[in-house]
């Protein structure tokens, strides 16, 4: 997403959750162990 907002000539960010993040998240959930986010 980065990559094509800085091709697009959009040079802002937002705070997201890293994708590694997200990987480990799911490699968790792969071990059977529910895990849930919340947003506040």
């Known amino acids: 997403k ?3 907002n800085v091709v697009d000539g959009d ?3 937002e705070a997201a959750m890293p994708e ?3 990987v480990l998240i799911k490699e ?3 071990l059977g162990i529910n895990i849930e986010l919340e947003q506040d």
Do not use: G, L
């Open 2 to 4: 980065m990559y094509k």
């Open 11 to 13: 040079h802002r960010m």
């Open 20 to 22: 590694s993040f997200n």
């Open 28 to 30: 968790i959930r792969s």
